[in-house]
């Protein structure tokens, strides 16, 4: 019996084991070594296939983020990926970053986090962390010429290879600014197209730009003169190893014949949610999806599990003009399921209006199974059990004490019956015990002599009424048979 209980409890505890480890992922990232002022892609994984997650950066390690794209079934919003699939997936997303110029050696330390991960089966799996590493070499230089005379010819080292220059392909722009109007969308080096509203009264635009690298040569900037219609500027980049890129500027200027129209428009927005705790409340910046533009008017918010506490929305929206009217709605409570965020922008005179949407999602919070895993306050980091877990640890448990209580009352039996047979070796064992009397025995005995005595009185009773009869007959025969006798002498 007692090796049936041990072989259980092992049982038990290897499938314990099994079970907590069952759903543990752990996302990793490629890391790379690039040269200096490149972009560098980096794919970030899961060991096992997810269900859902959202993926986000926590630090860029000194290099500038550029985008994401999200795998098939996620969406991306600034740094952030969310993803869904019934079937799995592992590539959580992909993203693009630009390291620094460097004159040395340099490693770019970036992170990413994982949260509100679930398996396929909707089962929780654990937050995870990884860092890619990103090791920046400096681009090649020349060795610097030395004080003699050009004239006068060197000796060449036989056998040394001579020092090249490696050329920089960078045809980025830095910047790129217009006197007059706002650049729409808002200036990215990877953006090559823009437009610029300007009035009727606009003779000319200044342009403006700068390249990332200072070898690389700019031209197309400057005044240029405007005619009624579309103007059409082009910048055109040449990289040092004589690459080329463009970025095109069309400036609309109204004719003489159409009227004007102006278009409202946000020339920034900025969303931060509102949280409140114990010492007050506290703000935190919400990415949105897609990527502000001005004459974008559609954005949505997804808030995760990680941010269900927020209870409204301040926003910043600035408007193209200083003197647009902007007005606000739905921002002021955000409940569980889908709220809409309306932006209102209108013109001075009230004539031309434009209106965004924000559409928000709040997930609905799931009660705690025990208060005490939540409140008590211990956990600075996320929880490493999940529900399932904690009810099967509960479970698990109770039969481990049941077990123990129940091996704990063999061995106690198994003790005592051992101790009463070493009787013997016990001091006065010797003595005789009164035999105990066989209680079952005299009690049948009891009832047997109480059932002899009350047949030997029936029968006693019987013969004393068969003397009674006997008797009673024979007194009246006598009775009947004897003679009368006469008066006078008897002889």
Known sequence: MKRKVIKILFILLVTWFGYTI??????????????????????????????????????????TFQSVVAPEGA?????????????????????????????????????????????????????????ATITVKPTTTTTPPSNNDDNIPQESNPGSTPNTTAKSSNNYLSSLK??????????????????????KEVESIKVTASAEHNKAKVSGTGTKTLKPGENKINVTVKAEDGKSRTYTIVVNKPTEEE?????????????KGVIETEEGEETLELPFTPDFASDVYEYEILLDEALEDIIRLDI?????????????????????????????????????????????????????????????????????????????????????????????????RHSKKKGENKTAEIPFSKIEEKPKEDKTE??????????????????????????????????????EEKPTRGKGKHF
Not at 259 to 271: A, C, G, I, N, R
């Open 22 to 63: 069952a759903s543990q992922a752990a996302i990793s990232a490629e890391s790379k070594t690039v040269k200096s002022g490149e972009t560098v892609q980096i794919r970030v994984t899961s060991n096992q296939k997810v269900g859902a997650y959202t993926l986000t950066v926590t630090n860029n390690g000194g290099a």
């Open 442 to 479: 005299t009690l049948q005995e009891f009832f047997n002599a109480d059932k002899e005595e009350k047949k030997e009185k029936k029968e006693r009773k019987s013969k004393e009424e068969k003397v009674d009869k006997k008797e009673s007959t024979i007194d009246k025969f006598d009775k």
């Open 178 to 199: 217009v006197s007059e109007g706002t650049l729409s969308p808002e200036f990215n080096f990877r953006t090559y197209q823009y437009t610029v509203n300007v009035g």
């Open 259 to 271: 009227p004007q129209e102006v278009k409202v428009m946000l020339k920034s927005l900025v969303v």
């Open 316 to 412: 910043e929206a600035i408007g193209e003009q200083e003197d647009y009217t902007i007005d606000i709605s739905g921002n002021e409570e955000i409940t569980e399921g889908e709220n809409i965020v309306t932006i209102t922008v209108k013109s001075k005179d009230g004539q031309n209006v434009a209106t965004y949407k924000i559409l928000v999602t709040k997930p609905e919070k799931v009660m705690p199974i025990s208060a005490s895993v939540v409140d008590n306050g211990q956990q600075e980091n996320p929880p490493l059990w999940n529900t399932t877990q904690k009810i099967f640890i509960t479970v698990f448990t109770a039969i481990t004490a049941i077990l123990g209580i129940v091996f704990g009352v063999i061995e106690y």
């Open 75 to 131: 969406t991306a919003g600034g740094t952030t990926v969310t993803g869904a699939s019934t079937s799995g997936i592992t590539l959580l997303g992909t993203y693009t970053f630009k390291v620094p110029v460097v004159t040395s050696e340099q490693k770019c330390q970036i992170k990413f986090s994982a949260t509100g991960m679930e398996t396929p089966n909707l089962e929780t799996i654990s937050p995870s962390s990884t860092t």
